[in-house]
């Protein structure tokens, strides 16, 4: 079963949930793209193979809104929606407090290693910026709002993690997570331009009531 927010001709927004990945991978695990392929398949009968454009992505612990693009005139448009930075990402994130400051932006370069799928703050890296604001806090926990300017991988985890604020949960970039925890890290909402109709849409989804996520009570 898929969680479908909004769908039309054009553009299919759905709930990623946590750990699983985006699209097939060597794990041969069940994802996102193909759960969502025989979603449209089975709804409307298709025969052979169902396109369905993949122009954004999560990473595979990481749960919450993504858009599948429905036709390739849709996907190529909402891919230059994207790169024009008129693609707004909010996320809900919980991390290590340690005087964390109400609110602030995140500057930085990052480099990734695609032998290690691993980020760092490096000066040979690509732009990264980020604005947050603190929501709740409890626990050594701060509970945080994230606004995301550029979309780079790992990019909140290793923004956070370098200033000594790393995620709950974070088996790649917190020393202190314990193995099993789930990393606390949630699309929330997406604002764009719809790539057929032109018109400004916003989707909202707020992740489980669960902990650590619930600390705002």
Same mark, same amino acid.
């Given at each position: ?22 699209? %097939? *991978? ?10 969502? /392929?025989?979603?449209? !398949?089975? #709804? @409307?009968? +298709? ?59 995140? %500057? *930085? ?10 980020? /760092?703050?490096?000066? !040979?890296? #690509? @732009?990264? +910026? ?88």
């Amino acid at each position: 079963m898929i969680n479908v927010i909004y769908e039309d001709n054009h553009i299919l927004v759905v709930e990623k949930p946590v750990n699983i990945p985006m699209q %097939e *991978d060597s794990s041969k695990d069940t994802d996102l793209l193909t759960i969502a /392929k025989e979603y449209i !398949k089975t #709804k @409307y009968n +298709k025969p052979g193979n169902v396109y369905l454009g993949l122009v954004h992505r999560l990473d595979r612990p990481v749960g919450g809104i993504v858009i599948f693009a429905k036709t390739s005139k849709a996907a190529s448009r909402l891919s230059a929606i994207i790169q024009s930075h008129d693609f707004k990402k909010e996320y809900l994130a919980v991390v290590l407090d340690n005087g964390l400051k109400n609110k602030g932006v995140f %500057e *930085d370069y990052l480099l990734k290693d695609t032998k290690t799928n691993t980020v /760092k703050v490096d000066p !040979k890296g #690509k @732009y990264a +910026k980020l604005d947050y604001e603190v929501i709740k806090r409890k626990d050594n926990l701060a509970l945080v709002h994230i606004n995301l300017h550029t979309g780079r991988s790992h990019q909140i985890r290793v923004q956070f993690s370098s200033r000594n604020h790393p995620l709950y949960g974070d088996q790649r970039y917190n020393k202190h997570a314990i193995k099993g925890q789930q990393i606390a890290l949630w699309a929330y909402r997406i604002t764009f331009t719809h790539p057929v109709l032109k018109t400004s849409m916003t989707f909202t989804l707020e992740p489980k009531d669960i902990y650590p996520f619930n600390i705002r009570g």
